[in-house]
């Protein structure tokens, strides 16, 4: 089971995932049209994908993509965790509900997502957690959003060595700025040009970029990668 967040998914990693023969469970929360043109997407590069409506911070929802994975395909050997809600603003403004709200969509979901895998996945799986390079690059006005998704690496790592007698990898990707909707829910829209310019290699991320990274980290070719924070900003982190 794939779980990528429908809108941020490039069709042409969709193709590769398609041809690979992997089978996919797209988890959406709200938008059932961008859900279905991802497994169109899959589907019309020769693979089988299904989209099941789940919010992976309701624990019980969670169980039911699993539940899911094995109605339709038996069962679940990959999972790809990008849910999560990003915000901004200086830690002196911050309040408690933001930080609830942070916490329980970053912190919360992961875990709930990883216990899951780790009772769900069969021995030599692969689970990979989109978090973000806030953690390293500690910006100004990302510390509630940093702290969370920085909660979540360190699930990522202790499950990784606790998993690790079973050969299920457990790895999470940084991304760096991401030419998404992401940026403009988030409020920095308007400082993209600013950040690409401070990215070594050039320009914003895109999406095909994080996924092909995701490809090979759920692949047999990482087998000897678990654990790991893998960045991805293009050389600002």
Same mark, same amino acid.
């Given at each position: 089971?794939?779980?990528p967040?429908?809108d941020?998914?490039?069709?042409?990693?969709?193709?590769?995932?398609?041809?690979?023969?992997?089978?996919?469970?797209?988890?959406?929360?709200?938008?059932?049209?961008?859900?279905?043109?991802? +497994? /169109?997407?899959?589907e019309?590069s020769?693979?089988?994908?299904?989209?099941?409506?789940?919010?992976?911070?309701?624990?019980?929802?969670?169980?039911?993509?699993?539940?899911a994975?094995?109605?339709?395909f038996?069962?679940?050997?990959?999972?790809?965790?990008?849910?999560?809600?990003?915000?901004?603003?200086?830690?002196?403004?911050? /309040?408690?509900?933001?930080?609830?709200?942070?916490?329980a969509a970053?912190?919360?979901?992961?875990?709930?997502?990883l216990?899951? $895998?780790?009772?769900?996945?069969?021995?030599?799986?692969?689970?990979?957690?989109?978090?973000?390079? +806030? /953690?390293? /690059?500690?910006r100004?006005?990302?510390?509630l959003?940093?702290?969370a998704?920085?909660?979540g690496e360190h699930?990522?790592?202790?499950?990784?060595?606790?998993?690790?007698?079973r050969?299920?990898?457990?790895?999470?990707?940084?991304?760096?700025?991401v030419?998404?909707?992401?940026?403009?829910a988030?409020g920095? =829209?308007?400082?993209?040009?600013?950040?690409a310019?401070?990215?070594?290699?050039?320009?914003l991320?895109?999406?095909?970029?994080? =996924?092909?990274?995701?490809?090979?980290?759920?692949?047999r070719? $990482?087998?000897?990668?678990?654990g790991?924070?893998?960045?991805?900003?293009g050389?600002?982190?």
């Open positions: 089971m794939r779980q967040h429908p941020r998914a490039g069709n042409g990693r969709l193709g590769l995932i398609g041809r690979d023969g992997i089978p996919v469970v797209v988890n959406y929360r709200s938008d059932a049209a961008a859900a279905a043109q991802v +497994v /169109t997407a899959i019309n020769g693979g089988r994908a299904v989209a099941v409506r789940a919010d992976v911070a309701d624990t019980a929802q969670i169980r039911l993509l699993f539940d994975a094995a109605q339709h038996g069962g679940a050997e990959i999972v790809v965790s990008n849910a999560g809600s990003a915000g901004f603003g200086p830690l002196a403004q911050g /309040t408690d509900a933001e930080f609830d709200l942070m916490f970053n912190a919360k979901s992961t875990f709930a997502l216990r899951e $895998a780790a009772n769900r996945l069969p021995d030599g799986g692969r689970i990979v957690v989109i978090s973000s390079g +806030v /953690t390293h /690059t500690h100004p006005g990302s510390g959003y940093g702290a998704k920085a909660a699930l990522v790592r202790v499950l990784a060595r606790e998993l690790a007698p050969e299920i990898t457990v790895n999470s990707v940084l991304p760096g700025a030419r998404t909707e992401a940026p403009a988030s920095i =829209a308007g400082q993209l040009d600013r950040i310019e401070s990215i070594p290699l050039g320009r991320g895109e999406p095909e970029d994080i =996924a092909d990274i995701v490809a090979f980290l759920t692949s070719d $990482a087998r000897w990668i678990t790991a924070a893998v960045p991805a900003g050389g600002a982190f």
